[in-house]
């Protein structure tokens, strides 16, 4: 098969991270090491012209804006300046081709900042996404028909993907590779790459805070230690003494931390664990969802589709076919 075809977009005052991590990370996927790539990563500019970046260099690309035309991906990285941030307004040739690449079925995504340039072009329009948390209050006041959530690391709306800041846009290529080909594909990225397969919770933990958090406590060993009993009921009042805190003190660190509620992180992790699980071993769905700590089969299977979009055997076909 030909490689996925994946196309960045760089405008002016674009951020230096957000253009290099595509090609970084989805040029890392490979099914094995000496494997040919899954992505060819292509950089265009309106017009084929250089362009600015936030990091004092300029970016000379070898495509314009045709090569949209082809793309089976299209991202747009994050920018720090110009129209899209200011007054919520974007070239219009610029935003027809993006449509148009939207229209015929490519996948469109957004790092940080991104996001104003897909709003701009009017293709997040009644769509859940999200953008860096600091930039929030602005999008909402440009962009008042997105249902724009701030506290995630990324949002994926289907066709239409949206990326918090920075380096949630890694975050982002990585879940993309994990849809795409699986956990084990997008594991192997990450290693690659020298970063986690997966980050708990969302950028809620990275908001500015008005009360600083306290220093010397924190629940990353209790975390771990839920995390080597999956398999077992783990209740909220035993992660709280596992930490030595009140379930009420444990809840708020929890929380500010992860972003999450233990319940939530702990169903992330059930749901994780099945996914590697429905990959890599031959066990039955039933045994899964025991060795998940999911209980009973109907579980697994409401939970799995919620997170995932798809029930455990149809995932199971797809990244662990029957030889």
Known sequence: ??????????????????????????????????????????????????VRSTAGFQVLPDHGLDLLDSADTVI???????????????????AAALRTAHDRGARIMSICTGAFVLAAAGLLDGRPATTHWAY??????????????????????GGVLTSAGVAAGIDLCLHVIRTDHGSA????????????????????????????????????????????????PVALRELAAHARMSVRTFTRHFRSETGLSPAQWLLQQRTEHARVLLETTDLTVDQIARHAGFGTTAALRQHFHSRVGVAPTAYRRTFRPTP
């Open 1 to 50: 098969m030909a490689p996925h075809r994946i196309a960045v977009l760089a405008l002016d005052g674009v951020v230096g991270l957000d253009l290099g991590a595509p090609a970084q990370v989805f040029g890392t996927a490979r099914t094995a090491d000496h494997a040919p790539p899954l992505y060819t990563v292509e950089t265009c500019t309106p017009g084929g012209r250089p």
């Open 76 to 94: 747009v990285p994050g920018v720090h300046d110009g129209t899209p941030l200011t007054d919520g307004t974007l070239d219009p040739e610029v």
């Open 136 to 157: 929030a209050d602005r999008f909402r006041r440009l962009h008042p028909d997105v249902a724009l959530d701030p506290d995630v690391l990324f949002v994926d709306g």
């Open 185 to 232: 594909v997008a594991n192997r990225s990450a290693r690659r790459c020298v970063v986690p397969p997966w980050r708990d919770g969302g950028q809620a933990q990275y908001i500015e805070r008005p009360v600083p958090r306290t220093t010397g406590v924190g629940t990353a060993a209790t975390r771990e230690w839920a995390r080597q009993r999956l398999h077992e």
